[in-house]
């Protein structure tokens, strides 16, 4: 076998690998940023593809006899990005569900007219959504979460072989667990806005009824605005916590998936 023979038996493999790295640079917090530009994000693919190939056992490659044909290769590489894409949006649920907190919050404090683009989600967002996703992105980097992204996919290639994924109960379960808690950790943000904004407008009601002469409009919509920033202030460390908890949870849960 000549040595060109040699490096392009290589090639199919090193094709898998890549893809399921790139399918971490959809959904994943950080490198699924819609402001990394999309070459960017297939050329660190493509580089630590090439880093980690050399590094792969033979049990990884030992599965199916790889040729290089679009054919047979293409339903391996979409179960290989399937396999990116499931890490990457379960690590990015708690910014998701922070974000909605926020969302939940900012629109019961009347700030939902003040909407504008998200680069890290690719869509909509309010100011104190924006604020909190930021907040949280943040404590994802400073614990170090991009990195066990990259290491949660490194060992996907000792547990799962290329070309052997097969979505089972294990992967329902997880995606529906994670997503029940990122809708528990939306509502835990949100409620002691919600909570404070209802007696607020109670106490709004109370007053207008004493004093009809007062304006309720233009009372009660730059109150609700002060009073909600005012415990969203105070409560940032509450959320914090609430926040580390929960993505130290995913993390945990999603490396005892990929063990499983």
């Keep these: 076998m000549s040595q060109f023979e040699v490096i392009l038996s290589h090639v199919p493999p090193l094709l898998l690998v890549v893809f399921r790295l790139g399918g971490l640079m959809v959904f994943a917090p950080v490198f699924g940023s819609a402001a990394i530009p999309g070459r960017v994000k297939v050329f660190l693919s493509l580089v630590i593809g090439l880093a980690i190939y050399p590094l792969l056992s033979r ?3 030992a599965a199916h006899p790889l040729h290089l044909d679009l054919w047979s290769l293409a339903p391996l590489m979409a179960t290989e990005l399937l396999i990116g894409l499931i890490v990457g949006y379960v690590a990015a ?10 969302l939940i919050m900012g629109q019961q404090m009347g700030l939902g007219f003040a909407s504008f683009y998200n680069p890290g989600l690719d869509d909509e967002a309010d100011v104190v959504g924006q604020i909190l996703f930021y907040l949280a992105l943040a ?3 400073l614990v170090g979460g991009h990195e066990a992204l990259v290491l949660a996919i490194l060992h996907t290639f000792e547990h799962v072989p ?3 994924f097969v979505v089972d109960g294990s992967l329902i ?4 667990g994670l997503l029940l808690a990122a ?19 109670v ?4 007053i207008t009824k004493t004093v009809p002469q007062l304006n ?4 009660g919509f730059p109150m609700r605005i002060l009073v909600g920033v005012t415990v969203v202030m105070l409560g940032l460390t509450v959320i914090n916590e609430v926040l580390m908890e929960a993505i130290d949870v995913t993390l945990t849960a999603l490396f005892e998936w990929i063990e499983s």
């Design 216 to 219: 309720i409009l233009s009372l």
């Design 203 to 206: 106490a709004l009601g109370f």
């Design 183 to 201: 809708f528990e950790l939306a509502l835990r943000v949100a409620a002691p806005v919600l909570a404070v904004v209802f007696l607020q407008s």
């Design 59 to 61: 049990e990884v490659f």
């Design 173 to 176: 379960a997880l995606i529906t």
């Design 162 to 164: 290329l070309g052997q």
């Design 93 to 102: 649920l708690p910014m998701i569900a922070v974000q909605t907190g926020g």
């Design 139 to 141: 404590g994802f980097l």
